[in-house]
Structures are given as structure tokens and as C-alpha cells.
């Protein structure tokens, strides 16, 4: 080997060496970013009145699990994180509408970016979007990712277009879209979130008008039943018994009994110690549901 194949082989090795020490720097450093994220975030209630969250700790959450995000837009459990600080951060902590809009449309674009990196797995496939469920199950299979990162960007797609236009949002495709990410994370992992793609497939049942060639697909008698199986996954979750509850009101006017009681079960719960906010939130829907209801 001449001198000259023999320093440029020495060059490409430290080179190498180099790129493998800052990979490890970059995953140690994004680790600790993480770590700081998940313990601010188990602190989300700290001075929470009613189920409305101080900015102070979801905001050090967003901070560090974006930072860690961005460094490395593949480390998918950031990504996915940021998204659920993003959504709480929004509903929970936000009272102002112009800035929850700025917070939400933050979050779908951290959303699409999160999107995109797990997209890649599926090869031919461009988006998970044009992904059919089984097809995007067998590619992620063995992924403990996918399933958070698609149903917390979809949650906070789904927030954005509750707050704009309904019949804009429909025509820009946005329903049939949550639809296709709720049936994505029901076939990796139905029982997330104690249900929760069966939470939000039954409510887009429930709530969606059907336009042909829009929302043809909706059917008003499968909102029931896919929120029985949310609460069939998740039988302590008030927000499955709030839910099922809103839409028998909504729907079932036979079962409205069984409706009032769910709610009276929601609103005299005591919060769970890990989701103090979420649940006082969930209470005080609950008794707004019970006072309309008593209403004459």
C-alpha cells in the first residue's frame, strides 16, 4: 500500500471514529434532554385550579423533549412526547384562543415531521396516510413508537380542525384522514391509551356530517360501538365514561339512563394521582352534561 492509500485510510478511519463518538455524544445528550422532559412532565399539575394546568412545568416539558427532538428528528419517543406535551399544553394550559391556535399548528407541524421519519419504514408507501392498516402494522411491528406518534399527532390535528372551519377542514381531506390514523393505531395497538383511537373513531361517528364524496363513510350507528370498546379497554378512564356518555345522550335517547349514571360516576371520582388535570377536567364536563340534562 502506498503512503498516500495509507493516510487517506487512516483519514476515512478517525473520521469514522469521530462521527460513531459524536452519534454517542448526540444520543447521551438527547437521553438526558428526555429525561428532564418525562420528569417535567409528571409535574404537569403542579398548581392546577379545576383542571386548568400552569404553563410553567408543560412548558419546561415541550422545552426539553423539542430540544432533544430536534436534534435528532428520528428519536421517534421525543418526537411523540413533544406531541402529547404540545396537545396538553393546548387544552390544559391555554386559556387564550389565539394562542392555543399558535400552540396547536406548532404541534401538527412537529406532528408531520414525527409522521414523516416513521413513514419512512413503509418503503414505496409516501405517507402513512396512503398507508392500509395492516400494511403499516407489519412495518412497524416491533416499533413501540408508531402507535403514540401517530395517535398524538392525530389528536392534535384533530384540536386544530375543531377550532377552524368544520366545512373547510372536511374539504381539505382532514376527516377521512383522522379516520385512516385512528384505524392505523386500533390495528398496531388498540388498547393505547385506554382506547383511545376507539374514543376518537367514535366520536368523528358521532359528530361528523355525511357528505357524499366527503364523509360518505360515516355511519352514526358505529359511534356507540366504538366507544363501548373504548371503555371496554379502558374501564376506569373518565374520559371513555364521558364520552360513551355524550353520545348516548346525543344518539340513544333509550339509554339515557345509562348515560346519566356514567356521568354521575365521572363526576363524583376522585382524580388519579397521575392524571390530576385530565381528570378534574373530565369531572367538570361531566356536571355541566348532568345540569343540562336536569334541566327542563
Keep these: 500500500m502506498d503512503r498516500s492509500r495509507g493516510t487517506s485510510l487512516r483519514m ?3 473520521l469514522s471514529s469521530l462521527a460513531a463518538l459524536s452519534s454517542a455524544a448526540s444520543a447521551e445528550a438527547a437521553e438526558g434532554l428526555l429525561a428532564r422532559g418525562d420528569g417535567a412532565y409528571a409535574r404537569r399539575a403542579e398548581g392546577q385550579r ?5 404553563a410553567g412545568p408543560i412548558d419546561e416539558a415541550i422545552g426539553a423533549y423539542e430540544a432533544a427532538f430536534r436534534a435528532d428528528p428520528k428519536h421517534l419517543e421525543a418526537g411523540w412526547k413533544l406531541l402529547r406535551a404540545i396537545f396538553f399544553r393546548a387544552e390544559y394550559a391555554t386559556p387564550d384562543a389565539a394562542e392555543r391556535e399558535r400552540i396547536l399548528a406548532r404541534g401538527v407541524e412537529y406532528g408531520r415531521l414525527a409522521e414523516r421519519e416513521l413513514a419512512a419504514a413503509l418503503g414505496a408507501t409516501p405517507s402513512l396516510e396512503d398507508a392500509e392498516p395492516v400494511v403499516a402494522a ?8 408508531a402507535a403514540p406518534t401517530i395517535f398524538w399527532g392525530a389528536l392534535l390535528v384533530a384540536s386544530a380542525a375543531r377550532d377552524a372551519n368544520a366545512i373547510e377542514a372536511l374539504r381539505s381531506g382532514i376527516a377521512s384522514r383522522l379516520r385512516r390514523y385512528a384505524e392505523l393505531v386500533i390495528a398496531l395497538d388498540p388498547g393505547y391509551e385506554a382506547g383511545g383511537a376507539h374514543r376518537l373513531l367514535g366520536r368523528l361517528h358521532a359528530e361528523l356530517p355525511r357528505i357524499p364524496f366527503l364523509t360518505a363513510w360515516v355511519e352514526r350507528e358505529r359511534a356507540v360501538g366504538e366507544l363501548r370498546r373504548a371503555l371496554a379497554l379502558g ?6 365514561q364521558l364520552l360513551l356518555a355524550r353520545t348516548l345522550l346525543e344518539l340513544a335517547p333509550d339509554e339515557r339512563s345509562q348515560a346519566l349514571a356514567l356521568l354521575e360516576r365521572v363526576a363524583s371520582a376522585p382524580p388519579r394521582p397521575d392524571s390530576v388535570v385530565e381528570d378534574a377536567g373530565a369531572v367538570r364536563l361531566a356536571r355541566d352534561l348532568l345540569a343540562r340534562a336536569a334541566a327542563p
Design 12 to 14: 476515512a478511519l478517525l
Design 50 to 54: 379545576d383542571g386548568r394546568a400552569a
Design 138 to 145: 407489519r412495518a412497524f411491528r416491533g416499533n413501540p413508537h
Design 235 to 240: 374501564p376506569e378512564d373518565p374520559v371513555n
